[in-house]
C-alpha cells in the first residue's frame, strides 16, 4: 500500500435488503464508484455498521468484491473482533486475499483494560495469523470503543512487529493527539490516517499520510482531490468547504444520514434502511438534509449508474 501523503480511505456504509441481509450487489457497485473517485476502501468499520455484520457475512462481502475486479490493493478491511479468533479467521482471509492491511479495533468490551492486555491481544492475532504479509493499522477510537491505544502501547507493538505494525486511524477527535503520533512514528513505515476529514490537511502538512474518513462515502471527490493537491493555494478554502459538508452531516446521526443521502442521490429508496439497534432518519429529517445539500449545489456524480448496475 502507498505509504506516500495523499491516500483517502472510505469506511464503506454497507447497503441492506428488506430483510435486512446485506446487498452484496450494491456493496460492491459503491465500492467500485468510491475507488473511480480515487478513494480506497476501509470496508467493515464503524461506519460501515461492522459490529451488526457476522463473520461469515464480512468474508462474503470481501469475496464479492474481490470476485467483483476490486483491486485488492484498495482494501483495508476491519477486523477487529472482541473475540481473538474471529480477529484472525477475518484477518487471515484479507491477507489471503492480497488486501493491502487491515484496520484492527482493540477488544472493546471490557473497559479500563491495560496495555498488557491489549499488547498480548493484538500479539496472538499476528502470531497466529503467521503471515509476512500482513499489514495491521491500529485504530484508537476511544469515543466509542472507549479502550485507548496509548502511545507506549504502540512503541511497544512496533518495536515487537517490525514491519507488521503499519500505521493508525485516530478518530479521538483530538488534533494534538494526532500530532503526537506523527511527531512520535509517522514515517516510512507508519503511516498515521486522520480519523475525519476534518483534519486532512493539518496531517498532511504535519506529516501524515491521509484520513479514513466516513463521509468520504459521499463526498469521495472532494476530500482525494484536497489529499492529492494539498500544497496548493488554496488548499486551506477547499479544506473549509469540506468541513462546511462535514458540519451538515454531523447535525444528524452520521450513519442514517449517509444512507438517507445516498438514497437520495442514487435513486435507491432502500439505501436509507440500516440495522438495528440505529434507526433510519425520518422522512422530514431526511428531507431537510437533502434540501440543505441541494441549496449548497451539491451532487453525488456518477452515483445512480453505479447503484443501478
Request: hydrophobic share 50%; proline share 9%.
Given at each position: 500500500m502507498s505509504q506516500t501523503r495523499g491516500d483517502v480511505w472510505s469506511p464503506v456504509i454497507t447497503p441492506f435488503g428488506a430483510d435486512l441481509a446485506a446487498d452484496i450487489r450494491r456493496f460492491v457497485a459503491h465500492c467500485q464508484w468510491l475507488v473511480s473517485h480515487r478513494v480506497g476502501l476501509a470496508v467493515f468499520g464503524t461506519n460501515s455498521e461492522a459490529n451488526s455484520l457476522t463473520v461469515g457475512e464480512k468474508q462474503q462481502l470481501l469475496g464479492a468484491l474481490v470476485e467483483g475486479g476490486v483491486d485488492p490493493a484498495r482494501?483495508?478491511?476491519?477486523?477487529g473482533q472482541c473475540a481473538i479468533g474471529d480477529s484472525v479467521a477475518l484477518t487471515r482471509e484479507a491477507v489471503a486475499a492480497g488486501c493491502a492491511g487491515v484496520l484492527m479495533l482493540p477488544p472493546f468490551y471490557y473497559k479500563g483494560v491495560s496495555d498488557e492486555g491489549l499488547f498480548r491481544f493484538y500479539s496472538e492475532v499476528i502470531e497466529r495469523v503467521g503471515d509476512s504479509r500482513l499489514r495491521l493499522y491500529l485504530y484508537h477510537i476511544p469515543p466509542?470503543?472507549?479502550v485507548p491505544l496509548s502511545l507506549e502501547l504502540i512503541e511497544r507493538l512496533r518495536d515487537a512487529f517490525p514491519?507488521?505494525?503499519?500505521?493508525?486511524k485516530d478518530s479521538g477527535g483530538d488534533w494534538s493527539h494526532t500530532q503526537a503520533l506523527i511527531d512520535s512514528f509517522?514515517?516510512?513505515?507508519?503511516a498515521v490516517y486522520a480519523g475525519s476529514e476534518r483534519f486532512l490537511l493539518d496531517t498532511l502538512r504535519a506529516g501524515g499520510a491521509g484520513c479514513i474518513s466516513a463521509t468520504a462515502n459521499v463526498n469521495p471527490g472532494a476530500i482525494a482531490g484536497l489529499a492529492a493537491s494539498w500544497q496548493v493555494e488554496d488548499a486551506d478554502d477547499r479544506q473549509q468547504a469540506l468541513n462546511v459538508l462535514r458540519d451538515l452531516f454531523e447535525r444528524y446521526?452520521?450513519?442514517p444520514a449517509m444512507k438517507a443521502a445516498t438514497a437520495h442521490f442514487s435513486g435507491v429508496a432502500d439505501w436509507r434502511r440500516v440495522r438495528p439497534p440505529l434507526v433510519e432518519l425520518d422522512d422530514e429529517r431526511a428531507a431537510t438534509l437533502v434540501s440543505s445539500l441541494e441549496e449548497m449545489g451539491f451532487r453525488m456524480e456518477g452515483l445512480g449508474a453505479a447503484s443501478h448496475g
Open positions: 482494501l483495508m478491511p476491519g477486523t466509542v470503543a472507549q514491519g507488521t505494525i503499519a500505521g493508525i509517522a514515517g516510512d513505515d507508519f446521526p452520521l450513519i
